[in-house]
């Protein structure tokens, strides 16, 4: 098998699909990149052509800037690179993100760039698709991993907002800005209080707006002159806004984090919060699990997060699984 | 348990004083007193022995949860705890149960100590699959004999104290000593109506000082002060009450057993003393090591060598109850006259003698020569003070002596648990001898949360190797490493023990060759270690 070139590798650029010539989320001007989604740890500016899915247009613009030369391509349709069939599926993690279909020569590759399971209002479900060889993601994968479900979460958030507005506390909640903010809108209960807005939220909410996903009323922080507006609010801000002096203008506060990273106490204390929401747009482990399962991939690659205890755990199951290279 | 546990919540999830009293409060008002009781022994600090060992909990967790060993430590690894690991691993979402917490603890619980191994397995599998997430830690946590929450007993006193009505000095009276976590402990504990009969072996609540903070020149006229050298050994609290001795240590530890010859120089003080001092090592004129003290308190049973070998006195300082009466409130100046009636300067428990000095700049200088008398600084107390409840500011100050710096190289490192389980926080260093690099010490605070998060970086970029958690680190970054006392020690290889080591502070100027050698810190140990252990 390692005799042969592989369809995809990693290289310093990114991952790189020798016979296509292209490269997918790479982290260095290329030709031509194809992306998964918009966050800045997999869309990188600079390079020649992207490919991208249709729905992630207006986020990709923002990333990468109006000048970038964008191509667009509905989920599901084939398009060919250099004689290689690409196509991208939903990934279930945020507006517009995708998983990377790379057919050659009758081999299938996935690459699944960051994906969930659990349902998310804001974006198109994951899509399972088959394949020969899969390369997952790993950020979160250990058993101790294992999310809430999405309506306890909103019962969750929404109790704390209520109980905040009891004890005359505004309440903030910091999330980050592409993605989990826009779900946390849509998971909590409008009619509790007023929401308020970080200017990096309020920019992606006009995008996913604008993309045709409905949210509910936002307030722009920088738009409010008097403070007594925020009595009862919900404000959402990027953890970077965190211990800045940006929150003194809310008074008395009470702040909250929804990550994935707060499944775990020690992680929720040392940032000095008062609350953490186990919230996260990555898979889960039992999620990951049955990612890889479905893809009935007879080899499985992984990159990214807990590498080395999924590939032996995929390993002693009797999968062929190795860490991308 | 529910109320329990959302207690345990609440005060984990804030680090606001007033917000972990009022959630204590507001357990107290709701729980039952046969609950409440067990809460306070548990928040008090007190904890069962382990019921069942953590190796038979983690057998028990991986088998449940389907996980081999190396996952499960996989898991542990980055949890950094095991009871939470094993939460997070089983948890179903729901709740099912909801015992009242006395009865889980003393009905399901402690008898778990001990029992067969097939009935742990059903009683804890049961546990952990009825329990929610934060259920079944809290449970583990009380099963491993781990159980710890982050509120101070003079928090815990603080909120009974506002909760019921009653002042706080009376509850810290009240919660002294031995109790049993019944409902008649907590009601009688909590009853505002109570006439306070004191029983005969019940301690006062000690009075305990802050570092001095300020300039001396702030503390006034050294005429309105008390001077005494601080002692380094035990704080106790000698009670003769009705014919009988009571040796109390701070940490309410009755002591007895461990001082005979204290208790039998006690039996002659007047019925009704109360005397607060310190236990020292002592023998031919000098005093010798705290390590030494430790030796007669860690042995179940004193032999006559270690009797002779390790002898101690009482080096008393103050006086609290004098005929029956209570005192306290009597300034220092009139409980000292009282005091030279009782007990004299010479004998098993003697009285420490107050230092006099010209002004504050002989006493500074007088300070420099604490380690030659084997003490660790001065104790300044106004002439008029009364004997306090717990740590206060104003009347009474520790001055202690600089502690010894020794300047060494970072070379393991390793996770922290709890709060900073993800951050390399607990360090080793080392001194050179010759071109070697030997361990000297190992120290675990002192940084700020910004340099840990620092050495955290600079660990994960120069890791030499990976012990299991432990990794070396290239050795080039020198810390000053501060400790109390040093001690000639054949377990350790630097051929020395130090006290309380902690990091003074980062030497990002030094080069890890500028770094103290063993000879440095053997010369320390020919200076200042007592003759009599040479
Ligand atoms: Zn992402
Ligand atoms: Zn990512």
């Known amino acids: 098998m390692s005799s042969r070139q592989e369809l995809l590798s990693l290289t310093d650029s990114g991952i790189y699909c020798p016979p296509g010539d292209f490269y997918l989320d790479p982290s260095k001007p290329v030709d031509v990149a194809v992306v998964t989604h918009a966050h800045s740890d997999h869309a990188y500016a600079g390079s020649n052509k992207y490919f991208v899915s249709e729905k992630s247009e207006l986020l990709m613009k923002m990333r990468l800037g109006e000048e970038a030369v964008l191509e667009t391509r509905r989920y599901g349709e084939e398009f060919e690179i250099n004689g290689v069939i690409v196509s991208f ?127 509910p009323e936002t307030h722009y922080v920088g738009d409010i002159e008097d403070k007594k507006e925020f009595t009862g609010g919900l404000v959402i801000a990027p953890p970077s806004a965190a211990g800045t002096s940006w929150l003194r203008r809310f008074g008395k506060h009470s702040t909250a984090f929804a990550s994935g990273w707060m499944a775990v106490r020690g992680a929720r204390r040392r940032r000095a919060l008062d609350r953490g929401f186990v919230m996260s747009d990555h898979a889960d482990w039992p999620g990951l699990i049955e990612a890889i399962d479905a893809s009935k991939a007879k080899r499985v690659l992984v990159t990214h997060g807990f590498v080395d205890p999924l590939v032996r755990w995929l390993n002693e199951s009797g999968k062929e699984a190795e860490p991308l290279k | 348990m529910n109320l ?13 004083t007033n917000e972990k009293v009022a959630a204590m409060r507001d357990y107290f008002r709701k729980a039952r007193p046969e609950d409440a009781a067990w809460a306070l022994y548990f928040l008090s600090g007190n904890k069962p022995r382990q019921i069942v060992p953590s190796r038979r909990l983690r057998e028990l967790a991986t088998e449940l949860a389907g996980i081999p060993d ?111 976590p019944t409902a008649e402990f907590f009601r009688t504990l909590t009853d505002a109506n109570l006439e306070d009969e004191a029983p005969i072996a019940r301690p006062y609540p000690f009075h305990l000082a802050y570092p001095i903070e300020d300039d001396l020149s702030k503390l006034g006229s050294l005429k309105d002060w008390q001077i005494e050298w601080k002692y380094d050994g035990i704080r106790c609290q000698v009670i003769k009450r009705e014919g009988e001795v009571f040796l109390w240590s701070r940490g309410e530890d009755l002591i007895n057993d461990s001082f005979p010859e204290i208790v039998a120089a006690a039996e002659e003080l007047p019925d009704g003393t109360v005397l607060d001092g310190e236990i020292l090592p002592f023998r031919h004129g000098r005093i010798l090591q705290f390590q030494d003290l430790q030796k007669r308190l860690n042995r179940k049973k004193l032999t006559d060598k270690l009797l002779a070998k390790i002898p101690v006195i009482l080096q008393t300082y103050d006086i609290l109850e004098s005929g029956t009466e209570d005192i306290r409130q009597k300034p220092l100046a009139s409980r000292r006259e009282v005091l030279e009636e009782i007990a004299g300067v010479e004998g098993t428990i003697r009285i420490t003698e107050p230092l006099r000095s010209a002004s504050w700049e002989k006493l500074d200088e007088l300070r420099d020569e604490s380690r030659s008398h084997g003490v660790e600084g001065f104790m300044l107390k106004r002439f008029d003070s009364p004997y306090r409840v717990g740590r206060q500011r104003g009347d009474w100050w520790k001055w202690k002596i600089d502690p010894f710096t020794v300047d060494a190289v970072l070379i393991y490192a390793q996770k922290g648990s709890g709060r900073r389980a993800n951050l390399f926080t607990d360090y080793t260093f080392a001194v050179w001898n010759d071109d070697k690099l030997v361990t000297f010490a190992k120290a675990y605070s002192g940084l700020t949360d910004e340099e840990i998060r620092r050495v955290d970086r600079f660990v994960r970029d120069n890791t030499r190797e990976t012990f299991g958690p432990v990794r070396s680190v290239e050795p080039v970054q020198v810390f000053e490493i501060a400790f109390e006392g040093i001690q000639r020690s054949k377990r350790h290889k630097s051929g020395v023990a130090v006290r309380f080591p902690r990091i003074h502070r980062w030497r990002e100027d030094k080069k890890p060759e500028e770094a103290d050698s063993i000879e440095t810190i053997h010369a320390l140990l020919e200076e200042y270690e007592p003759e009599a252990n040479r």
Not at chain 1, 122 to 127: A, G, L, V, W, Y
Not at chain 1, 147 to 162: A, C, F, G, H, M
Not at chain 2, 126 to 146: E, H
């Open chain 1, 89 to 215: 599926h939903p990934a279930g993690h945020v507006l517009g993100s995708a998983q990377i279909r790379v057919e050659f020569e009758g081999e299938v590759w996935i690459y699944t760039g960051d994906f969930k399971l659990t349902r998310d209002p804001t974006c198109e479900p994951f899509e399972k698709v088959e394949c020969d060889v899969l390369i997952t993601e790993a950020t979160f994968a250990l058993p101790i991993y294992r999310w809430t479900p999405p309506d306890e979460l909103s019962r969750q958030i929404n109790s704390w907002w209520r109980s905040n507005i009891d004890a005359e506390k505004v309440s903030v909640l910091f999330a980050y800005s592409l993605g989990k903010s826009q779900r946390i809108l849509k998971s909590v209960d409008p009619s509790i209080g007023p929401i308020f807005t970080h200017g990096a939220v309020e920019n992606l909410n006009k995008a996913y707006r604008e993309s045709g996903v409905h949210l």
């Open chain 2, 4 to 16: 329990f546990t959302n207690l345990y919540l609440s005060l984990d999830q804030t680090n606001k």
């Open chain 2, 70 to 180: 190396w996952m499960y430590e996989e898991c542990r690894n980055t949890v950094g705890d095991s009871a939470e690991t094993i939460s997070l691993l089983l948890s179903e979402g729901g709740n099912k149960n909801d015992l009242p917490f006395n009865e889980l603890v003393r009905d399901h619980l402690l008898p778990l100590r001990g029992a067969d191994e097939e009935v742990q397995k059903a009683v804890i599998g049961k546990f952990w699959t009825d329990l929610d997430r934060a259920g079944i830690f809290v449970l583990n946590k009380l099963i491993s004999g781990a159980f710890r929450v982050g509120v101070s007993q003079k928090l815990v006193m603080r909120a009974i104290a506002e909760e019921f009505g009653l002042p706080v000095d009376i509850v810290a009276l009240r919660m002294m000593g031995n109790w049993e």
